[in-house]
């Protein structure tokens, strides 16, 4: 394309459609859009989104050929997001300078090709309405004064929204920011994550928002830091202190270094002020069982939520939903803090609430739980849910892979659903543990393959001997124990009827089916001892001559 003149592009009389516009890792060149702007200028006056990412040849000229396909002989384009992640950007706060982009809102030089002092230049492009939200992820900041240049304008800058994440911040780095939020920077989002930040940064940021009566910002995102115990109590100040109002909705505080004091103090703000999302997850300390007793108490207490413990227990429904206060969309985030959940992170564990209870037992919506549902939409009384054949036949599918023996009555009473399964999920491994760790009687297991790829989809049908087993199955399940190679997944009995002519016929044919494949799995367990045996056999017998032939070894004679 470098030596393309645009002879056959043909002319167009009305400008594009085109709005968004989005050339990701295309690998092009700036003399492309050059001609392009000589053929085509103002086509593309409509255009509000432009997204350059991943192109390494580009430079900031080919934002000139753009302007001329936007703008045509007009002063300014109106662009509103510009992304250049990736790209050589040294030259943009020029290009900004000259005021072809006024409507521009959006910046995202995300680990672009820009040096420290240029990114300071870039402050004249956050002044009174100037770009928004700039996302300088990657850009490694830290020694240099190129925050303190482009927060410079204090109250009087447009920035609402800034992403420094993996700038290899430190603490003096974050002051550029502390100062020129207390200088009023109107910034309602400020991501951290993946710094250098400790204690001492955290201490000097929550001291320039407390000076001020309130402020605009709402979401911090400080994980991936080296924060401990003593900044999350300094984080606490920002709500509890009386001369100032927060307006933080959403802390995320995870994959730092912070205790279970700390913890625990952060997750009593939640219900208590504005704060309605906190991550914790993930910290480096880790918790023990009472620990996590303490902190998900702590978290009830916030939610309204009433514990009746008996004991070591806690009594099942002794609560009411918790109050309207909490909000529609509270988020506690709890999850990989080391210590057990316990009885009572079973019982808390929502969407709502976050835990490790989740990784043990799927609390998901099961196959039983859908054909009752289903049943009562039909409007039926009985338990059972009440299906044709064909009704059935497009829940189990129809396929060669499917039982036989689900078309019995007799056997559906006795019969498991799984799903999620692990990929790696076997016949023996899925019949070992049923039996072995369940204490179930086992008669046939039958894995469902996708029918292109030929592979585990997850699912399978389990036939059990009696009812006894299927309960030992749910307790299993229902005791967190359902794991394959490290994968939980569901275990679901159902209750169905099929209730036609058609169902007689299919049973008949049902019980032959099942008739065979018992044949054919006894013929091929016996061929696999047979195997086992012969294999054995020749194993002795060559140990045999070795021990008779010393001077024999490994096929060899020395």
């Given at each position: 394309?470098?030596?393309?003149?645009?002879?056959?592009?043909?002319?167009?009389?009305?400008?594009?459609?085109?709005?968004?516009?989005?050339?990701?890792?295309?690998?092009?060149?700036?003399?492309?859009?050059?001609?392009?702007?000589?053929?085509?200028?103002?086509?593309?006056?409509?255009?509000?989104?432009?997204?350059?990412?991943?192109?390494?040849?580009?430079?900031?000229?080919?934002?000139?050929?753009?302007?001329?396909?936007?703008?045509?002989?007009?002063?300014?384009?109106?662009?509103?997001?510009?992304?250049?992640?990736?790209?050589?950007?040294?030259?943009?706060?020029?290009?900004?300078?000259?005021?072809?982009?006024?409507?521009?809102?959006?910046?995202?030089?995300?680990?672009?090709?820009?040096?420290?002092?240029?990114?300071?230049?870039?402050?004249?492009?956050?002044?009174?309405?100037?770009?928004?939200?700039?996302?300088?992820?990657?850009?490694?900041?830290?020694?240099?004064?190129?925050?303190?240049?482009?927060?410079?304008?204090?109250?009087?800058?447009?920035?609402?929204?800034?992403?420094?994440?993996?700038?290899?911040?430190?603490?003096?780095?974050?002051?550029?920011?502390?100062?020129?939020?207390?200088?009023?920077?109107?910034?309602?989002?400020?991501?951290?994550?993946?710094?250098?930040?400790?204690?001492?940064?955290?201490?000097?940021?929550?001291?320039?928002?407390?000076?001020?009566?309130?402020?605009?910002?709402?979401?911090?995102?400080?994980?991936?830091?080296?924060?401990?115990?003593?900044?999350?109590?300094?984080?606490?100040?920002?709500?509890?202190?009386?001369?100032?109002?927060?307006?933080?909705?959403?802390?995320?505080?995870?994959?730092?270094?912070?205790?279970?004091?700390?913890?625990?103090?952060?997750?009593?703000?939640?219900?208590?002020?504005?704060?309605?999302?906190?991550?914790?997850?993930?910290?480096?300390?880790?918790?023990?069982?009472?620990?996590?007793?303490?902190?998900?108490?702590?978290?009830?207490?916030?939610?309204?939520?009433?514990?009746?413990?008996?004991?070591?227990?806690?009594?099942?429904?002794?609560?009411?939903?918790?109050?309207?206060?909490?909000?529609?969309f509270t988020l506690v985030n709890l999850n990989n803090l080391g210590g057990y959940t316990g009885t009572l992170g079973k019982l808390i564990d929502c969407i709502a609430?976050?835990?490790?209870?989740?990784?043990?037992?799927?609390?998901?919506?099961?196959?039983?739980?859908?054909?009752?549902?289903?049943?009562?939409?039909?409007?039926?009384?009985?338990?059972?849910?009440?299906?044709?054949?064909?009704?059935?036949?497009?829940?189990?599918?129809?396929?060669?892979?499917?039982?036989?023996?689900?078309?019995?009555p007799t056997h559906r009473d006795t019969a498991l659903y799984l799903s999620q399964l692990s990929a790696s999920a076997t016949v023996p491994k899925m019949e070992g543990?049923?039996?072995?760790?369940?204490?179930?009687?086992?008669?046939?297991?039958?894995?469902?393959?996708?029918?292109?790829?030929?592979?585990?989809?997850?699912?399978?049908?389990?036939?059990?001997?009696?009812?006894?087993?299927?309960?030992?199955?749910?307790?299993?399940?229902?005791?967190?124990?359902?794991?394959?190679?490290?994968?939980?997944f569901m275990v679901s009995s159902f209750r169905v009827k099929i209730d036609d002519q058609k169902n007689t016929t299919a049973e008949d044919h049902a019980r032959e089916?099942?008739?065979?494949?018992?044949?054919?799995?006894?013929?091929?367990?016996?061929?696999?001892?047979?195997?086992?045996?012969?294999?054995?056999?020749?194993?002795?017998?060559?140990?045999?001559?070795?021990?008779?032939?010393?001077?024999?070894?490994?096929?060899?004679?020395?």
């Amino acid at each position: 394309m470098d030596d393309w003149k645009g002879e056959d592009v043909p002319a167009i009389g009305t400008p594009s459609l085109i709005s968004s516009l989005s050339l990701v890792n295309c690998k092009l060149k700036s003399t492309l859009f050059n001609t392009l702007a000589i053929k085509l200028p103002g086509t593309l006056s409509n255009m509000r989104s432009l997204n350059l990412n991943t192109n390494p040849d580009l430079t900031v000229d080919v934002l000139t050929a753009f302007h001329t396909l936007m703008a045509g002989d007009s002063v300014t384009n109106n662009l509103e997001r510009l992304s250049m992640g990736l790209d050589d950007t040294n030259e943009l706060p020029a290009f900004l300078d000259k005021g072809y982009m006024p409507k521009l809102q959006y910046l995202n030089l995300r680990k672009a090709k820009m040096s420290t002092s240029m990114v300071g230049q870039l402050g004249n492009s956050v002044k009174q309405d100037g770009v928004a939200t700039m996302v300088l992820d990657g850009l490694k900041l830290s020694g240099s004064d190129a925050l303190a240049s482009l927060l410079e304008g204090g109250s009087g800058g447009s920035l609402t929204a800034l992403s420094l994440g993996g700038c290899s911040l430190d603490d003096k780095d974050l002051g550029a920011v502390s100062c020129a939020v207390k200088l009023g920077l109107p910034l309602h989002m400020l991501k951290l994550s993946a710094n250098r930040i400790t204690d001492v940064g955290i201490e000097g940021l929550v001291a320039a928002l407390t000076s001020l009566e309130t402020h605009p910002l709402a979401l911090i995102d400080l994980s991936i830091n080296r924060i401990s115990n003593i900044g999350a109590k300094h984080l606490c100040r920002l709500f509890i202190t009386e001369k100032h109002k927060s307006n933080i909705h959403a802390l995320n505080v995870s994959n730092n270094n912070i205790g279970h004091e700390g913890v625990h103090s952060l997750v009593k703000l939640v219900g208590q002020t504005k704060l309605n999302i906190i991550h914790v997850n993930n910290q480096e300390t880790s918790f023990d069982e009472d620990d996590m007793v303490t902190i998900l108490k702590e978290v009830c207490k916030s939610f309204g939520l009433a514990v009746e413990e008996n004991g070591e227990e806690i009594r099942e429904g002794c609560s009411d939903l918790p109050e309207d206060s909490i909000g529609l969309f509270t988020l506690v985030n709890l999850n990989n803090l080391g210590g057990y959940t316990g009885t009572l992170g079973k019982l808390i564990d929502c969407i709502a609430i976050s835990t490790d209870y989740k990784r043990k037992q799927l609390p998901h919506l099961s196959f039983g739980h859908a054909l009752q549902l289903m049943g009562t939409l039909k409007g039926y009384d009985s338990p059972e849910c009440l299906l044709s054949t064909e009704e059935w036949g497009m829940i189990t599918g129809t396929d060669g892979n499917v039982p036989s023996w689900l078309k019995v009555p007799t056997h559906r009473d006795t019969a498991l659903y799984l799903s999620q399964l692990s990929a790696s999920a076997t016949v023996p491994k899925m019949e070992g543990m049923l039996e072995m760790e369940a204490d179930c009687e086992v008669q046939e297991i039958c894995l469902m393959k996708d029918p292109v790829l030929q592979k585990n989809n997850g699912l399978a049908w389990v036939l059990l001997s009696n009812s006894t087993s299927v309960e030992r199955a749910l307790q299993f399940f229902n005791a967190g124990e359902a794991q394959v190679f490290g994968q939980s997944f569901m275990v679901s009995s159902f209750r169905v009827k099929i209730d036609d002519q058609k169902n007689t016929t299919a049973e008949d044919h049902a019980r032959e089916d099942m008739d065979r494949r018992l044949q054919e799995r006894r013929m091929a367990e016996a061929e696999h001892r047979a195997l086992i045996r012969d294999s054995a056999e020749a194993s002795w017998a060559r140990h045999a001559y070795l021990l008779a032939h010393p001077a024999y070894a490994d096929g060899r004679v020395w």
